[in-house]
């Protein structure tokens, strides 16, 4: 039999990454997005997976349209990935955040509940939740037993999505887990975060396009890791017989200047003649120090990171740069180029009637 997935937020990073992961696995995948006035599917056209996913059009904030996805899909997997995911547009929508990355969790576990029971269920969980504790431990790696101190409006939502997790599980027995992630990079991430803000930048001055990289708070440290290898650490969670939560991380912490440095070297420039502090990128309050001990999921999971942190500077940076040289001779970014799925790979009610 094939089995089949529900992604929600099939157009991130990381669900484009998964949605290729399972493909590979022989999966029937089916992907949640929102409506948008411009079509958002360039990832998984970059991926090549554009016409091998089937889409449904679903509102986070409305219970009865996460219910009609998993009728559609008829999923033995769920991996809930969508939210409102950077940290620092949390500070200006705390409440849409708490919304969209928190209470939706209860929706989707709630249907499941009402609607399939028998699923496995991947929750998003995030090692931001940790917060101040990674500085308080004295930079420690942290580990699933690990206090949680949230320092955003973003990380208290993932913590109330972490718990709700927990409480379908041990309450109605769903095969629910929370997947504790540290940050994942990679050409697809948002052009918004810190990584990839700075390898675009960094090959835009490269190419003469650009003088000048704004930044906000240098000294944070996180431990960064390549994203296609973290979503292969939700699907292995899932094959388990049974359910827990896992911290998936590289175990090295670096720093926002170390990052800046080093992708500036690799295109042979001094990154202090370029980069500039500008305190609109700084936030009311920043986690300062994150690093995670993934030593419970290489034990369990038999899943260790195999791209460190030189090689993940020099993958996003290299890419950047190829993309600005191929714009310079005309070609345009596949995100300036919206397509639309063909109508049979769009999923809705009326399907069903
Ligand atoms: P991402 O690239 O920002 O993708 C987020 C997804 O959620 C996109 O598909 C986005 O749709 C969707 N989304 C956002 N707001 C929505 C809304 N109001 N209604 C419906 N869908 C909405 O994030 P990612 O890096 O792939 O991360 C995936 C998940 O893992 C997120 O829950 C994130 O919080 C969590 N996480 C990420 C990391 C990391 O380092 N990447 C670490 C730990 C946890 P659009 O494409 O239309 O915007
Ligand atoms: N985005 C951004 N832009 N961050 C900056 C900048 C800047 O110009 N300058 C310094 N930083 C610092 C931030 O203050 C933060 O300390 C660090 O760089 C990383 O910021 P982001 O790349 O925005 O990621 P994040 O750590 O806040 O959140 C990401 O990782 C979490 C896991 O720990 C997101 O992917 C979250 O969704 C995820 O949960």
Known sequence: MVKRALITGITGQDGAYLAKFLLEKG??????????????????EYLGIFDKVNLIPVELSDTGSIV?????????????????S????SFESPVATGDITGLATTRILEAIRQVCLDVKFYNAATS?????????????PLSENDVFRPMSPYAAAKLYGYWITKIYREGYKIFAVNGILFNHESPLRGL???????????????LGLSNELRLGNLNAKRDWGYAPEYV???WLMLQRDEPDDYVIATGEAHSVKEF?????????????DHVRVDKRFIRPLDVPHLVGDYSKAERVLG???????????????????GRWSRWLKGERFPWDAPNYPSENRILTRALRM
């Not at 929102?34 to 990832?43: E, G, H, K, Q, V």
């Not at 950077?86 to 547009?89: L, Q, R, S």
């Not at 899943?303 to 740069?321: A, C, D, Q, S």
């Open 260 to 272: 800046a440095e080093s992708a500036f070297e690799i295109v042979g420039l001094n990154w202090e």
């Open 86 to 89: 950077f940290v620092e547009a």
């Open 27 to 44: 999966y029937e995948v089916f992907g949640t997005y929102r409506r948008l006035s411009t079509p958002n599917f360039w990832r998984l």
């Open 303 to 321: 899943w260790k990171p195999r791209t460190k942190f030189n090689k993940l500077v020099e993958i996003m940076v290299r890419e950047e740069v």
């Open 68 to 84: 009609e996805a998993l009728k559609i899909s008829e999923p033995d997997e769920v991996y809930h990935l969508a939210a409102q």
């Open 232 to 234: 292969e650490s939700m």
């Open 128 to 140: 931001e939740m940790f917060g101040a504790t990674g500085f308080l431990n004295g930079g420690k």
């Open 192 to 206: 918004e975060f810190v990584t990839r803000k700075i390898a675009n930048e960094v090959a835009k001055i490269k």
